[in-house]
């Protein structure tokens, strides 16, 4: 599609409107589930103040037809813009959180249609510094036995076996009861080009408070000429404090020529206020 591009990028705040943008996100944080194999929760909202502690429990349900065996283990990570996880050691972050996790058990084995609960306990030291926000990720990994190798007499050659495994990852996520998560901004809200069959709406975000924010955001497409209005795709996602990130909405490949209104509304878990950016091009 040709389009010609006029952009006119307004952030506002609409005051007054409910949360109601959270009744339609993407719920596949939820599960992760891979080969039969599923995990639930895979994000877990720690609020705890210091020197107090609270458990949850994670789920590990196995409805493959043998047994599997899996490990769990604490990892911190940081976050680039588009949300990929770069994985670092166990309290090696100034963010980590793994330090004040106990995981138990971590190690188990799943018979066919077996269920395993996992607890996650965070315990903090009654310390004023840990009052911030701080977060990590636990793995749960398939475990298998190393195969042996086996040689050829006649030719020497040796034979390698792979097995494969397969993991998941529930972020552990603590918002201490003083930070602020509510100071979520729209930076930019703009078209991307993507290639000549495919073209995006971006929209690049700012958490410029101290606490983690989930968002919901989504954008409200509008034919100006003949009034048509459709909703592109719900996302829903985390923001850690002075992080950015940067969405994309993929625009229909087949729109209708004629002018066009988008509106990006996000909603960072306010009951009084979310924040609003448009933007207006053509399809001719």
Not at 63 to 68: M, P
Not at 72 to 79: R, S, V
Not at 152 to 159: L, R, Y
Not at 191 to 200: E, L, V
């Amino acid at each position: 599609m040709k389009m010609k591009i006029r952009t006119t990028i307004i952030s506002c705040l609409l005051l007054g409107v409910t949360s109601l943008a959270f009744a339609q996100a993407n719920k596949s944080d939820t599960l992760l589930s891979d080969v039969g194999v599923a995990v639930s929760p895979t994000r877990v909202n720690f609020n705890v103040k210091p020197g107090e502690s609270k458990s949850y429990e994670v789920t590990i349900t196995n409805e493959t037809k043998r047994k599997r065996t899996f490990k769990a283990a604490l990892k911190d990570f940081d976050m680039d813009k588009s949300g990929s996880p770069a994985f670092m050691l166990a309290g090696s972050s100034e963010h980590s959180l793994s330090k004040w996790i106990n995981i138990s058990p971590t190690f188990m084995e799943l018979a066919p249609g077996g269920v395993q609960k996992v607890k996650i306990t965070l315990s903090l030291p009654d310390s004023e510094g840990l009052n911030r926000a701080s977060w990590c990720i636990m793995m749960v990994e398939e475990t298998k036995e190393r195969q042996v190798l086996e040689t050829e007499a006649s030719d020497q050659k040796i034979a390698f076996g792979i097995t494969p495994t397969f993991g998941f990852g529930v972020y552990l996520y603590q918002n201490p009861p003083n930070v602020a998560n509510n100071k979520v901004e729209i930076k930019n809200f703009t078209i991307q080009k993507a290639d000549s069959k495919q073209r995006n709406i971006e929209l690049a975000l700012n958490n410029t408070g101290d606490g983690i924010a989930t968002c919901t955001a989504y954008v409200e497409l509008t034919n100006t000429n003949t009034g048509k209005t459709q909703r592109l795709l719900v996302k829903r996602f985390v923001i850690l404090p002075g992080y950015r990130r940067n969405y994309l909405f993929a625009l229909p490949e087949k729109l209708d020529k004629g002018n066009y209104s988008a509106v990006g509304v996000l909603d960072f878990g306010s009951k009084e206020v979310v924040e609003a950016a448009t933007l207006e091009f053509v399809i001719d």
